[in-house]
């Protein structure tokens, strides 16, 4: 069973840095299409950034810029660093595959807040 581990989150101010990382047993992130996620409380899950199989890279537009991310298909990880954090990227941060979606793992929390 696919398990997506994500970690990195915490409580940083406006204009503070967080790197955040994803793990997965049972599968492999070689070859696959990635994205971090985030979700806000009530609100739906978007797309923050993606990675395709080749490296190329898409964010929204609230987080380009800022946010950066990247792959270790060695370590089987997925990386987003993300820079001059806002309020307004509070939420928890989830990664999975982008065209078939996977278990959701617990996520990491990102607050933004002085």
């Known amino acids: 069973q696919v398990q997506f581990v994500e970690s990195g989150g915490g409580l940083v101010q406006p204009g503070g840095s967080l790197r955040l990382s994803c793990s997965a047993s049972?599968?492999?992130?070689?070859?696959?299409?990635m994205a971090w996620y985030r979700q806000v409380l009530g609100s739906q899950r978007e797309v923050v950034a993606r990675?395709?199989?080749?490296?190329?890279?898409y964010y929204r537009d609230s987080v380009r810029g800022r946010f950066r991310i990247s792959r270790d298909n060695a370590k089987n990880t997925l990386y987003l660093q993300m820079n001059d954090l806002k309020p307004d990227d509070t939420a928890v941060y989830y990664c999975?595959?982008?065209?078939?979606?996977?278990?959701w793992g617990q996520g990491t929390q990102v607050t933004v807040s002085s």
């Open positions: 049972g599968t492999i992130f070689r070859g696959n299409d």
């Open positions: 999975n595959f982008v065209y078939t979606l996977l278990d």
């Open positions: 990675i395709d199989s080749v490296d190329n890279t």
